[in-house]
């Protein structure tokens, strides 16, 4: 014999559960978005591989002038 009404806290379960779906479903379109523009934007990144890098070296007085 099948159910025909839905109890009441099936039906709050479901907005929770349909909130919670949305709160998830938001976070993964943000990590998404960051790691496209992150990668989009891969020539500025710079790696650690054991050689020194331009970005972090000293600026040398007679380049300043």
């Not at 909130?19 to 891969?42: D, E, H, I």
Request: proline share 6%; glycine share 8%; no cysteine.
């Amino acid at each position: 014999m099948p159910i025909t009404q839905t109890h009441e806290l099936h039906q709050r379960r479901l907005s929770r559960n349909l909130g919670l779906g949305a709160v998830l479903l938001a976070f993964v379109v943000l990590v998404f978005g960051l790691t496209v523009v992150k990668v989009n934007r891969g020539g500025m990144m710079e790696a650690y591989d054991h050689q020194p890098r331009a970005s972090v070296l000293p600026v040398a007085p007679e380049a300043k002038q």
